[in-house]
């Protein structure tokens, strides 16, 4: 037995489930495990758990079960005049993730003119770092190690600013996910604890106990509160305010979602009710649907994505057969090249979201995947009518004949322009949102996992962190972010006249039409081929200001 760090979150699949509800596969190794497990204490918690999910959804297809179910679905359909009061009474409710909401701080152009290139920051940690976090106004970075510590660096220098261990812990800590308070005095950790002293022979490591949240003072860097909260790993935790109060909600590795209520400053718990659908058994990722006031979020849990109610605590609609192993990751995104979704329901409401997942091996005696692995762009559809259900579209697959990611635990970004789309041999791929097209393909960590990946909401830059104990910060010098446009006519029989057209982005440069122009030619590239000359002034961030010379005179 030892108390360093166990191996990576999680393989690469190895084996095909026999079917496709996550139910049934668990009746049939709970089957086939009965014997050993009464032998086996170690093994007894999580059959435990097993079972009772079991009896959770038989309860649930019984017909006296059936008949609540249906009645609590029917109250509990979405009603978009109550979502527009809820709006109404609390406008200013807090987002649960930063925005990327100004083109001119995003990076808006990732190609051979505009390349991300590598900064040279010292983001490590003793183990690997299997998760990160911004702050909401992006000035603080956490990493997240599975050696039981999170780092927080600033994101101007990169400079370490404070290390979290729980020095109390007498058992052993690793850390995956997190998140910082609104008022950032605080930040809320969640991972796996171990049994510093039993051995778990199903897990070949030791015994995973209960796994709490932990609420670490950043100024300190002591641990304020312990809340308890899943019986195996905690896979995702976020931060809201919903009707004026404080929560936080996190999915487990037991299949459990939860949610709990605390004070403002978020050290006490209040309250804590459990999502009970009756078949969930992971549950991935969490976020919430935008302009619902935080009524509704969705979630990874299995091989879908399910529409959950956050005040009921019910299971709304489920979406099946997107990927054929595991939805490991969802996320709801504003994007910039496609229509833009209503501002209010006066119009049909929608909004976009990308997903991930891993697919079955079925293929060369069950060691590939038939089914290439691929990034998903969906528009969910909100109802229209009172009691109506969500309707989610494929609008566009990302994939490459190069692009392996057929390995769980894996999250993917989006800035809106591009979306990040990690591997398990260490690369990165972004793909044009717009075209689908691969734009690059960061190659940082040598063939492990990549675990995590984030664009900064204010920045140009863009970080990745994987298996190893390293993470990598990217940024980009667009060299022709904006263009400042203008035409000078040289006519011998008439001064010089400066006729300024306007600021246009190097892609709309290349397409001004021909009547924008004060002469005759026509410019369909940056360059202006006739008597007179085009004057381009470089408006970038990353460069100061300048005046270029005239393209030559043909």
């Known amino acids: 037995m030892t108390d360093s760090p166990s191996e990576p979150l999680a393989n690469t699949l190895t084996e095909p489930l026999a079917n496709t509800d996550p139910i049934d596969r668990l009746t049939k190794k709970d089957s086939q495990t009965e ?71 995003m990076i808006s152009y990732i190609d051979q003119l505009n390349p991300l290139k590598k900064v040279h920051a010292s983001i490590k940690d003793r183990a690997p770092i299997t998760g990160m976090r911004l702050s909401m106004d992006g000035s603080l970075l956490a990493t997240f190690c599975n050696g039981g510590s999170t780092k927080i660096w600033e994101t101007v220098e990169f400079k370490l600013v404070q290390v979290l261990e729980d020095t109390s812990e007498e058992n052993i800590d690793e850390f995956y996910v997190g998140s910082f308070t609104p008022q950032m005095t605080h930040i809320l950790i969640g991972g796996k604890l171990k049994d510093r002293k039993r051995w778990s022979e199903a897990d070949n490591d030791n015994h995973v106990m209960g796994c709490p949240v932990k609420v670490f003072d950043l100024m300190s860097g002591k641990v304020v509160c312990k809340i308890e909260a899943h019986e195996e790993e905690i896979l995702a935790l976020e931060l809201l305010e919903y009707k004026g109060e404080s929560y936080f909600i996190t999915g487990g590795q037991d299949g459990y979602i939860q949610k709990y209520k605390t004070t403002p400053d978020y050290t006490q718990l209040v309250e804590k009710t459990r999502f009970v659908d009756g078949s969930t058994c992971m549950a991935f990722t969490i976020s919430f649907l935008p302009k619902t006031g935080n009524r509704y979020f969705a979630a990874a ?37 496609y229509p833009s979704p209503p501002e209010n329901y006066s119009s049909p409401m929608f909004q976009y979201l990308i997903s991930r997942g891993v697919e079955v091996l079925d293929a060369e005696g069950k060691t590939i995947n038939s089914i290439p692995n691929k990034v998903t762009l969906h528009k969910l559809i909100y109802p229209t009518i009172k009691g109506g259900d969500f309707v989610l579209e494929k609008v566009k697959e990302f994939h490459d004949q190069s692009y392996f990611s057929n390995s769980w635990l894996i999250k993917i970004c989006s800035n809106g322009r591009y979306v990040a789309a990690p591997t398990f041999d260490g690369n990165v791929f972004l793909f044009h949102l717009k075209t689908g097209k691969v734009a690059a393909i960061l190659r940082d960590h040598q063939e492990i996992e990549v675990r995590d990946v984030l664009f900064h909401p204010t920045r140009k830059l863009f970080f990745t962190c994987a298996d190893g104990s390293l993470a990598d910060v990217r940024w980009i010098c667009e060299r022709l972010s904006s263009v400042n446009v203008a035409c000078v006519s040289r006519k011998r029989e008439t001064p010089c006249v400066k006729s300024t057209i306007g600021t246009f982005s190097w892609n709309q440069l290349k397409a001004i039409p021909v009547e924008a122009l004060p002469c005759s030619h026509p410019i369909t590239r940056p360059s202006h081929n006739c008597s007179g000359a085009v004057t381009i002034e470089v408006l970038g961030d990353a460069l100061s200001l300048k005046q270029l010379k005239p393209h030559s005179q043909s």
């Open 35 to 105: 014997g050993e497990t009464k032998e086996n204490s170690d093994q007894n918690k999580r059959v435990k758990r097993k079972y009772t999910k079991k009896s959770e959804r038989w309860q649930l297809i019984s017909k006296e079960g059936k008949l609540k179910r249906q009645q609590e679905l029917e109250r509990l359909k979405f009603d978009a005049q109550k979502i527009q009061e809820l709006l109404r009474q609390y406008p200013q409710q807090q987002q649960t993730e930063p925005k990327h909401d100004d083109p001119d701080t």
């Open 301 to 337: 849990c299995d091989e879908k994505i399910r529409i959950f109610d956050f005040e009921e605590a019910h299971l709304l609609q489920s979406f099946d057969g997107i990927y054929s192993y595991y939805c490991d990751c969802a996320k709801f995104v504003q994007l910039w090249d």
